[in-house]
């Protein structure tokens, strides 16, 4: 349990590359076109309560199993339940929701690379916004396109988590995270210049219930373990690389709040493009790579605003695939004694591989008759199962776990070490084992139509 392991330099580079992995493609990505498709004010009213009375509790959560075991997810649950072995499979649960992940989330990555060379390029020069939203398009139906940046993008992602923790992950997370913050900042004040910026205000922040269904409720929910990387083993891991000196409730909210800000600001700057337009807020996963190119081409000097934003949203990217990466490789190294070497190429190997129908899916070059059968593609059945099932399935049960399983004087002890927070102490302990628990339940009773209600 006190076995030496690697941990961060600093706390800054700790917050860097934890709300990197936070906001990568899930506040700049998923959130925008899950709002869209979700009702748009209500979907984020939900989303923000998730996020503070069950995910934040969730993350500090994780955070402590990490730092009190020190140990990758299936190890740790082993240690801190030595008498039962079936909590590691909850470890095994989070490791392979992880890998589902970042097989997908690197063809996604692949084609912000993509973008950025097409950007270098100035693609959107002579095109009415409808013809550069309709690139997106072309480039979803070309297999070997996307299977070529999925490549790029998971050699990257490799690279990056070979060089372990200091020298890889948190050096690249104190630089890229900031970097993209600064400019997408820039991009939320101008879009407010935008004449449908107004209408975007409403249909964002104005809650209209009558718009959101049931599995609405349920994609809210899976956003907000999304954009926290909760119920998949990236937190605990990161947690067991903390020094016991460090503030977990004080954490847990700084990157809550980024979280939460930085999806709404990400809204902000999308949809009023979409509504000056005239473009449909429903239109899947390809929002952001539809609606930003359209605003980069109204601003001055395009080309570079586009070409930068895009290279950061790579990087962006990449400390979120590199904290799924990190997740099977520390598992790896603990569980069979590898090498860093061997763990990273046999799991990048791995993601790449299981990606490549992924990037086959637009083309229908592969498992043609999967839409039929499954009523989504093979793209989107892997996010929504992994997203909106297997994280939260994953959450509910850690909390089960914390709340009701780990010796209850290591867990208040790991809560009050190093926090001034010493009060919320009760209130966290109650929304562990009464509320959030109880909440994530109803919700997947509601959706899988054990009972229902209007």
Known sequence: MTQQREHWGSKIGFIMATAGSAIG????WRFPYMLGQNGGGAFVLLYFGFTLFIGIPI?????????????????AYSELAPKSNHWRLLGWLNIFTSFLILSYYSVIAGWTI?????SLNNFTEGKTPSAIKAI??????????????HLIFMLMTVGIVYGGIRKGIEYWSRILTPALLVILLGLFFYATTLPGFSQAAHYILYPDFSKLSTEGVLNALGMSFFTLSIGIGIILTYGSYMKTQEDIPKTGFIIGSISVAVSIFAALMIFPVIFTFGFE?????????KTLPVLFAKLPGTTFISTIFFILFVFIALTSSISLLEVLVANFIELFNWTRKKAVLFSGIGAFL??????LAGSGDLFKNWQDIYGKDFFATIDYTSCSWMMPLGG?????????FMDKRLVQEEFLQGT????LLHIWLFLIKWFAPIAVILVILQQTKIITWN
């Open 354 to 359: 299981l990606g490549i129908p992924t990037a």
């Open 25 to 28: 493609l899930g506040s700049l």
């Open 281 to 289: 807020p429903e239109q899947g996963a390809g929002l952001v790579f």
């Open 59 to 75: 993350f500090i959560a994780e955070l402590i199993i990490g730092r009190a075991s020190q140990k990758s997810v299936v190890k």
């Open 136 to 149: 997106y398009e072309i480039l979803y139906k070309s297999a070997d396109i996307s299977v070529f940046w």
């Open 420 to 423: 001034k927070m010493t009060k």
């Open 114 to 118: 993509n973008y950025a060379l097409m």
């Open 396 to 404: 509910l049960l850690t909390i089960i776990f914390i709340g009701w």
